[in-house]
């Protein structure tokens, strides 16, 4: 087992294990990965330790760990203690038995993982299409007020005119009241009058909250510089690809990116000054 801090931590929401979950790599990669992939968390898989471990040298090694990587099987970097009280940030090493992408990896570091899919069996039985939420409601608005009873072409029509309240957070209750009050009479076309209050009362874009500091911080996997995800594609810095940085620009920062970049900051020189485990 290795220094708390310093071993593998599995990612989440991973496929189950299966006979084949390493045949898109190499022989030698999908080999060393099965072996990582059945250690506990916790266990190292340094380059060194796997050396002893493996028939495979440290070079070797090293170079398989990177393109598992690349592959999106791995990622090192640094995480931030939640709920410690303190700036400390600690080195982790995430295995994925399930490959991801950089954009993947890019939400992982966030602690905004994407839900996992869930596909339907290919032979389940198609029932009837599932009514959204907008059209449910405007199908029932009749009942309210029945001056205001839609066909379902209407309801089919007005539901993507509803659907931006409910996205601006509108709740049901709200939405009957701005569309029920204050009728005419009579009404003549139901679902022209529902069609400009619909665009005429949009409710405004809700204020986004300030973005999040990062959980945590990737490194690259060649020189163990830490950077942004989307400058880590792959795992790998520009300058380890044989790239030229980017120009620089003179747009300036928003506050919560100078925010974000300074918790980034802050955790490269912590986890520099401390090495030693927790």
């Known amino acids: 087992m290795a220094n708390p801090g310093y071993g593998k931590r599995s990612a989440p929401d991973q496929h189950r294990r299966t006979a084949h979950d390493f045949a898109h790599l190499p022989p030698r990669e999908a080999a060393i990965a099965a072996y990582v992939d059945r250690l506990p968390d916790g266990a190292d898989i340094s380059v060194k330790t796997l050396a002893k471990q493996l028939p495979y040298g440290q070079c070797a090694l090293r170079t398989a760990l990177n393109n598992l990587q690349r592959a999106g099987h791995l990622r090192r970097g640094r995480e931030h203690l939640a709920g410690s009280g303190s700036r400390r940030w600690i080195t982790r090493s995430w295995w994925s038995r399930t490959a991801r992408d950089d954009d993947w990896w890019a939400a992982f570091t966030r602690g905004d993982v994407p839900e996992p899919e869930s596909a339907q069996p290919p032979d389940a039985p198609r029932g009837r299409p599932t009514r959204s939420r907008a059209h449910i409601l405007l199908a029932a608005l009749g009942r309210t007020a029945p001056a205001l009873s839609l066909s379902q072409a209407d309801c089919a029509a007005l539901a993507p005119l509803l659907a931006e309240w409910f996205a601006r957070g509108a709740t ?50 060649k020189c163990g510089t830490p950077g942004r995800p989307e400058a880590l594609p792959g795992g790998i810095c520009r300058a380890c690809r044989g ?8 747009t300036p920062l928003s506050a919560p990116e100078v925010h974000s970049r300074a918790a980034e900051i802050r955790g490269a020189m912590t986890t520099r000054r401390e090495r030693t485990p927790v």
Not at 243 to 250: G, I, K, L, Q
């Open 243 to 250: 790239e030229r940085a980017p120009s620089s620009h003179n």
């Open 172 to 221: 049901d209750e709200y939405v009957r009241q701005a569309l029920t009050s204050g009728l005419p009479s009579p009404v003549h076309h139901p679902a022209a009058l529902l069609r400009t209050r619909l665009v005429d009362k949009l409710p405004p874009e809700p204020v986004r909250p300030p973005a999040r500091p990062p959980l945590r911080i990737l490194e690259c996997a």
